[in-house]
């Protein structure tokens, strides 16, 4: 094999958030907090829906492994982000880059269809509720579930195959905090418009898409209970609040990565910063706030772990 084919970059360096220490040392804190966060949040949501026989329902289970989801998304990234803005020296080997542009791509594949499985679970809550136990019965939520995990590994098998085999040597600094497909695809020595393009309108196109789907999808539920009665829309529109306010936490940062055709750098680490470690959080927390039973279900759950500390 021709040397110049071969891949000579053994590692890539992040050039970080900032040159500041002062400003690192607050990103540092801010980001061990929301993501120790996200990690009691949503493991909080996971093991009361697992735990408490009251949440056993189709919804509850999509919940539960959407936050399941979110834990893997910001762990692929987060952990090592935090552990960088200690170190002068921000480098991840070739290897480490490629699995975490494969997590991250297939996590967000999951995350989007998932999302879309829980507009279908709402729709036939709110429109055919006498039907929805038959309809949302446990083998269409596996279904889902499966569905949405083969999806998202596709979608990452096949950008990884455009970029894997690409020849890297010479620059190998990246401009962000984590591995980035379009700054991966940048750094080889070969002329990739074209490839940047295919995969970045790709992308681009599969989450415009999917976010005009859900959002066309809960107009169109708004719609069908105001046709029936105008009094029940505006309890349509508080179960809804909370799967639109986290779609568009989700979609808004994967639009502007990927549709946005100027891309400006600190705009750019401002958002992946928001997606990686503050959605996660705010996830856990609006599915949360917005629902009595989860509430309950959670103090219940905190108060039988405090009883059974004492009693140990």
Not at 7 to 25: A, N
Not at 160 to 171: E, N, R, T
Not at 185 to 205: D, H, P, Q, R, W
Request: proline residues 4%; charged residues 15%; aromatic residues 16%.
């Amino acid at each position: 094999m021709d040397k110049a084919n071969r891949s000579v970059v053994s590692e890539f360096v992040f050039l970080g958030l900032s040159d500041s220490w002062e400003i690192q040392l607050l990103l540092f804190l801010f980001s061990s907090v929301f993501y120790v966060a996200s990690l009691m949040g949503n493991l909080l949501i996971v093991f009361s829906v697992t735990s408490d026989p009251r949440l056993y329902s189709p919804m509850y289970f999509l919940l539960a492994n959407l936050s399941i989801i979110d834990l893997i998304f910001c762990s692929s990234t987060v952990p090592k982000m935090i552990y960088d803005l200690l170190r002068k020296d921000k480098t991840i080997s070739f290897g480490g880059c490629v699995v975490q542009i494969f997590f991250i791509h297939t996590v967000g594949g999951t995350e989007i269809v998932l999302l879309i499985a829980m507009a279908y679970d709402r729709y036939v809550a709110i429109c055919k509720p006498l039907r929805y136990l038959s309809i949302m019965n446990p083998r269409r939520c596996i279904l889902f579930l499966v569905t949405s995990w083969i999806i998202g590994f596709i979608h990452s098998v096949t950008q990884l195959a455009f970029v894997v085999d690409l020849p890297f040597c010479g620059p190998n600094e990246l401009d962000s905090f984590f591995c980035d497909l379009p700054r991966f695809i940048k750094l080889a020595c070969i002329e990739t418009y074209t490839l940047g393009f295919m995969v970045t309108a790709n992308s681009g196109f599969i989450s415009v898409a999917s976010f005009l789907i859900l959002i066309i999808s809960y107009i169109f539920i708004l719609v069908t209970v105001w046709k029936r009665s105008s009094g029940g829309v505006s309890k349509a529109f508080s179960t809804l609040s909370a799967h639109v306010t986290v779609v568009v936490l989700f979609f808004g940062p994967l639009i502007f990565f990927y549709v946005w055709p100027f891309p400006i750098s600190h705009v750019d680490k401002f958002l992946a910063i928001f997606d990686a470690v503050i959605t996660p959080f705010l996830n856990a927390v609006i599915y949360t706030l917005r629902n009595k039973e989860m509430k309950v279900a959670m103090r219940r759950l905190c108060t039988q772990f405090v009883n059974d500390s004492k009693i140990s």
